[in-house]
């Protein structure tokens, strides 16, 4: 009898730990900023114990807020754009260097992950500023000094550096996983390199694409520290926004209103694209 | 007549010499086998064939052409890998369409071309599966028949038939010689499984680390190897140490002061040997009828044979006899041994690297 009922709540008390971590970081706040959301404010008397969904109406009615939003959107559709682009190959190279510099090189690309954003988002606005090495370099070559700090170029460029890892890693996890003479099969059939990898290569590691840029995606856009360094006062990006209406406009029934809409609006593009790409990958690959 | 010619072709990775120096020629229409110990260096020739590893020294032509520097998407030969190598994503009549697409054939005669190499490997009904769908010996073939739809010039095969279990082996080589005759290309297939290499080809290549040691038909191959190691490799043999005595026009072997006719011509007297017998070329008298008195230590059944060790004088002989249908001698009983002089085969050298 004891020992049936110890063999019932096994499985609860093993699950129990987990859950509770889960119920009291992730659900508890998330439910708390969703109550907050419908809380009316007022600029003199602050937070009203009245219901309302007026900042819902304001975010969305708003061209303020929807210009960050569409910005955020952008950048960091731009971003996993880029890292794609880059990171896909540098992949495929890495996956066919021999030992030695495959380990180097998988350290160079890890590396970065191991000193924190904001330094490294401080070195890119000292390269990036009017007098970086980035203007000196155009100016020695002969260019107009440009304007890129303080710029959506700016933060895009910071952000694929952060992101880049996290495209290379599930990339190359999965041509860890390619028979390396399915490549050269393709070869022997008359498929020139370029065709064998499209043909070949890339089919196979669109699963590894698909996680990686799902990935690169929710980072970039709810990235706060690159935006805030590299965007300026006036470059907003969802994020900083939110973190100005709490802490500028003390206004944190509308930041908490912001909040949820970007998460919902990141979980409706992810699990959109997450069905559309993985449909297909899934049906051929199984 | 020579359609496909190694000469002195060399393979190093960095200091280690993977293939010694291969020289071979190859006709029209031939099956050639590739067989030696794993690790020898049969996949590094076979690839060097394909273009998929550049030869160290050494030239390869194909037809009178050179084709030792070109890349493997102009040589257009037939591979079939050890692992198939088969295309995931694509169902099994994609993948065999994929050699024609990349020669731009039209899709109506692709599509034809298609459906009789998947006829001629018997695949016909699985064409819109997936390679994960299959079994092994069905994977096996579609990776035949995607190399043979191309109508390559040559078929290189590696270790074909090593992921499937005995029985579909012995049945997937008949059915690799059927195709192959039925088709008539010329074939070089690798393989570490001597039974193989002796029952499907024209002829076997033996390599031993990394050097080609003997060319033969199989049969010549087995009655007359060139060395200790070929001798034990290729099927059972007994291999006994000895030295070559010599009187007037006899000669024999002392082994251990046992003397046993037989004749080699050019060895000196006083030289060390190995004397190699195969097993079933010994027969099996009444004690005292034969050329060397023994005892039966052990016999096996093996169905449509017997095999038995022997303890003789000269020390442990293996003998197979057919199954007459009758019992053979029980083990303990004393038995004579006899053979006829022209099966013992004379190596000269010690067994020691045989082993
Ligand atoms: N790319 C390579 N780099 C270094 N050594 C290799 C490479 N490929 C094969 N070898 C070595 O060459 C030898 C022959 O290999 P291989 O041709 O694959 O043998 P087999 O197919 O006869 O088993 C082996 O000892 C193997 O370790
Ligand atoms: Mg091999």
Redesign the pocket.
Same mark, same amino acid.
Do not use: R
């Given at each position: 009898m004891i020992a049936r009922s110890s063999t019932l709540s096994a499985p609860w008390l093993l699950a129990g730990p987990g859950a509770l971590f889960f119920f009291g970081l992730v659900l508890l706040p998330l439910a708390l900023t969703v109550i907050l959301s419908f809380h009316a404010y007022d600029h003199s008397t602050g937070i009203q114990n009245t219901f309302t969904l007026s900042h819902y109406v304001t975010v969305v009615t708003d061209s303020y807020y929807l210009e960050i939003f569409w910005r955020t959107l952008r950048i960091a559709a731009l971003t996993t754009l880029i890292c794609a682009a880059i990171g896909v190959p540098e992949a495929y190279i890495l996956s066919r260097m021999r030992d030695p510099w495959r380990s180097v090189f998988l350290l160079v690309i890890i590396g970065p992950l191991l000193v924190s954003v904001v330094v490294r988002t401080f070195g890119w606005s000292m390269l990036l500023g009017s007098q970086g090495l980035v203007n000196q370099a155009l100016q020695l070559v002969g260019f107009a000094p440009a304007r890129i700090l303080y710029t959506e170029t700016a933060i895009v460029i910071a952000l694929v550096h952060v992101m880049l890892p996290f495209m290379v890693i599930p990339v190359w996890t999965a041509l860890q996983k390619l028979d390396p003479m399915v490549e050269a099969a393709a070869w022997t059939l008359g498929a020139s390199h370029f065709t064998a990898l499209r043909r070949v290569v890339m089919p196979q590691v669109t699963l590894g694409m698909l996680s990686g840029s799902l990935i690169v995606f929710g980072l970039s856009a709810s990235a706060f520290a690159v935006p805030a360094l590299l965007g300026g006062r006036r470059l907003k990006m969802a994020a900083t926004l939110v973190y100005d209406e709490y802490l500028h406009e003390l206004n944190w029934p509308l930041g908490a209103a912001i909040a949820i809409i970007v998460l919902v609006a990141n979980l409706c593009i992810m699990l959109a694209y997450n069905r559309m790409v993985e449909a297909r990958a899934r049906r051929t690959l199984g | 007549m020579a359609f496909l010619t190694l000469e002195g072709v060399s393979?190093e $990775?960095?200091s $280690?010499t993977?293939?010694r120096d291969v020289t071979l020629t190859i006709d029209k229409g031939e099956f050639v086998s590739?067989l030696?110990?794993?690790?020898?260096?049969? *996949?590094? *020739?076979?690839?060097m064939i394909a273009g998929l590893?550049e030869p160290t020294e050494g030239r390869i032509s194909l037809d009178g052409r050179d084709i030792t520097r070109e890349k493997p998407n102009h040589r257009g030969l037939g591979v079939v890998f050890?692992s198939y190598a088969l295309f995931p994503h694509m169902t099994v009549t994609q993948n065999v369409a994929f050699g024609l697409e990349m020669r731009r054939v039209p899709s109506a005669e692709r599509m034809e071309r298609v459906r009789e190499a998947l006829s001629l490997v018997q695949l016909t009904s699985f064409a819109d599966r997936y390679p994960r769908q299959l079994s092994g010996g069905q994977r096996q073939r579609v990776a035949i028949a995607r190399a043979l739809v191309i109508a390559p010039p040559v078929l290189l095969l590696?270790?074909p038939l090593s992921n499937l279990d005995a029985k579909l082996r012995e049945e997937m080589q008949f059915e690799l010689r059927r195709i192959q005759r039925k088709v008539g290309t010329t074939t070089i297939m690798?393989t570490?499984d001597q039974a193989e290499a002796l029952s499907i080809s024209d002829r076997v290549v033996v390599?031993e680390g990394?050097r080609m040691t003997q060319v033969d038909a199989p049969y010549r191959l087995y009655e007359q190897p060139s060395n200790a190691f070929i001798s034990s490799f290729v099927g059972k043999t007994n291999l006994l140490a000895g030295t070559w005595r010599r009187n007037g026009t006899s000669s024999a072997v002392d082994i251990g002061g046992v003397l046993l006719e037989a004749s080699a011509p050019e060895i000196a007297a006083g030289t060390p040997v190995t004397l190699s017998i195969r097993p079933e070329k010994i027969l099996m008298r009444d004690a005292g009828a034969g050329r060397l008195e023994g005892r039966v230590a052990s016999r096996f059944f093996l169905g449509s044979q017997w095999l038995f060790t022997i303890d003789t004088p000269i020390g442990t002989m293996m003998v197979s006899t057919p199954n007459q249908g009758v019992e053979p001698p029980a083990e303990g009983s004393p038995v004579g041994l006899d053979w006829s002089p022209a099966n013992l085969r004379i190596i000269a050298g010690t067994a020691a690297a045989a082993a």
């Open positions: - | 393979k $990775f960095g $280690f993977a293939v590739l030696g110990p794993s690790g020898c260096g049969k *996949t590094t *020739t076979l690839q590893v050890q590696d270790e690798v570490h390599m990394g």
